[in-house]
Nanobody, 123 residues
Framework: QVQLVESGGGLVQAGDSLRLSCAAS????????MGWFRQAPGKEREFVAA????????YYADSVKGRFTISRDNAKNTVHLQMNSLTPEDTAVYYC????????????????WGQGTQVTVSS
């Protein structure tokens, strides 16, 4: 099994930055990639970014491309999401997840999820 714990959320103003972290433990070798998803009230949980453990290949939703950067520290089994130029549209609970195969942007391809961390961006 894999355990995921997010941290780094908070309340910021539009234009500010936040850096989220996801600490992974357990059998992380059994999963090929990590992803960040977010869910705002009344909306579906949507894909934000993903990264592969081995090659560090990254993938982003169009809505965050150029503003968010996903990275990983393999030695610490930790994934980060640097969020810049935040807007109120980014307000959501952010979840990290571990997946093994399939499309990075589909929730169904992730079988381990963290508890989530709240990100609130005021105007």
């Amino acid at each position: 099994q894999v355990q995921l714990v997010e941290s780094g959320g908070g309340l910021v103003q539009a234009g500010d930055s936040l850096r989220l972290s996801c600490a992974a433990s357990g059998r992380t070798f059994s999963r090929n990639f990590m992803g960040w998803f977010r869910q705002a009230p009344g909306k579906e949980r949507e894909f934000v970014a993903a990264i592969t453990w081995s090659g560090g290949n990254t993938y982003y939703a169009d809505s965050v491309k150029g503003r968010f950067t996903i990275s990983r520290d393999n030695a610490k089994n930790t994934v980060h999401l640097q969020m810049n130029s935040l807007t109120p549209e980014d307000t959501a609970v952010y979840y990290c997840a571990a997946g093994n195969s399939g499309n990075y942007y589909r929730r169904s391809n992730y079988d381990y999820w963290g508890q989530g961390t709240q990100v609130t961006v005021s105007s």
